[in-house]
């Protein structure tokens, strides 16, 4: 099992940053992608940022050149960089981790931290 507890979210004013941090503990060495998905109220749960372990990325078209994400392998830790926020953006932020036997879907989930972004 893999547990993973996110940090970071908060209220910003609308072209302000955030930086979200998700810490995994457990059988890290299982774990292959890391990365963010979100949901704002009445909409189904999307994709905001994967990262591999070897640090190959993938981004929702929503966020791209706005958010970063990185990873330390040594802290078990990801990141997500955002910048210049939307009210758009506002959300509940998931990290989420999938192991080396999967190719799809992801396996462990945070429990979330809410990004409010006012206009």
């Known amino acids: 099992q893999v547990q993973l507890v996110e940090s970071g979210g908060g209220l910003v004013q609308a072209g302000g940053s955030l930086r979200l941090s998700c810490a995994a503990s457990?059988?890290?060495?299982?774990?292959?992608?890391m990365g963010w998905y979100r949901q704002a109220p009445g909409k189904q749960r999307e994709l905001v940022a994967t990262?591999?372990?070897?640090?190959?990325?993938n981004y929702g078209d929503s966020v791209k050149d706005r958010f970063t994400i990185s990873r330390d392998n040594a802290k078990n830790t990801v990141f997500l960089q955002m910048n210049n926020l939307k009210p758009e953006d506002t959300a509940v932020y998931y990290c989420?981790?999938?192991?080396?036997?999967?190719?799809?879907?992801?396996?462990?989930w945070g429990k979330g931290t809410l990004v409010t972004v006012s206009s």
């Open positions: 989420a981790a999938r192991s080396f036997m999967r190719t799809d879907g992801m396996d462990y």
């Open positions: 457990g059988e890290i060495f299982s774990i292959n992608r």
């Open positions: 990262i591999t372990a070897g640090g190959n990325t």
